[in-house]
């Protein structure tokens, strides 16, 4: 079932990407993958840790070029291969609520989202639908303005190439 | 899965009833019984809806004895039949962030919470294990201060004994 999207909240990406949706679902979930390309460069990816379930941790360190590391936790919530990722940042492990008020990282405000992958098998490749739901115009705005577009057009952007050359 | 509790963070309530796993599931689950025994009486239930599938919103409206109403809104995030029910109060429906700094209802302060209902079988009836999972020390406290063990405890002799009826 697809969730419905309300503009007022939520922002949504979508790309038909050259690449199988094997391979895509491969990059969304396989830590090893995922850590090459889900933040823009010449940001990385320090460590990850994928518990694929529903309740299991998603935790990922970003690092920023000059080494500074910021660590997120979030909650897998749906995962059907292949064809959708759901998981939010307002929970941890086991659908613990998350600490609040955030973690006052300035440079990297907390957004309380849950975010929606949705994989479609085209014949030329995979289409991907990225949705990410906030609770209020102003954690909307806030995440528009953190480069919501941008960002996470460069790291699908990031995903194909990378899994273009895992395809060889 | 029985989800490990944190000492630190969690309130757990234990209670074996004299009725059998599939009246007790029939309780949780159903409107029509829930709203009879959801809250320690003379508060009432005014309303409720269960929308019973992972993502599915859980809406409750809690009535004082002047009449008051305090709506709150709820995520399930998983469900096993006569087994596992599990919900949050950091979600609405489809999963949506829910708003925050919450509601400013002082008289029922919002506490961040996922609950956790698990059901076993006996030969005597029902052993009903509920866990309440919080996000840090202060809200475990917030939690009992607020009548954690008398108000679940309470409901879970209210559910007993509607079901007792409801059996007849």
């Not at 749906?78 to 998981?87: A, F, G, P, S, T």
């Not at 102003?138 to 050359?165: I, R, S």
């Given at each position: 079932m697809t969730t419905p999207v309300d503009t007022n909240l939520d922002l949504v990406l979508k790309r038909e990407l050259a690449v199988p949706v094997n391979l895509v679902w491969r990059g969304l979930t396989e830590p090893g993958l995922l850590k090459q390309w889900f933040v823009p460069k010449p940001w990385r990816i320090a460590d990850c840790r994928v518990d694929l379930r529903p309740g299991g941790e998603f935790y990922t360190v970003m690092e920023d070029p000059e080494g500074k590391e910021f660590p997120t936790t979030g909650c897998f919530l749906?995962?059907?291969?292949?064809?959708?990722?759901?998981?939010t940042s307002v929970l941890h492990g086991n659908?613990?609520?998350a600490p609040s008020p955030a973690t006052g990282n300035k440079e990297?405000?907390?957004?309380?989202?849950?975010?929606?992958?949705?994989?479609?098998a085209l014949s030329s490749g995979t289409r991907y639908t990225a949705h990410a739901m906030h609770n209020a115009p102003?954690?909307?705005?806030?995440?528009?303005?953190?480069?919501?577009?941008?960002?996470?057009?460069?790291?699908?952007?990031?995903?194909?190439?990378?899994?273009?050359?895992e395809e060889k």
């Open positions: 749906e995962i059907i291969k292949e064809k959708r990722l759901v998981w659908y613990r609520p990297c405000a907390h957004i309380a989202m849950t975010a929606i992958i949705e994989l479609e102003e954690q909307k705005k806030a995440h528009e303005d953190m480069g919501f577009h941008d960002g996470w057009g460069t790291t699908v952007t990031q995903l194909e190439e990378l899994l273009k050359q």
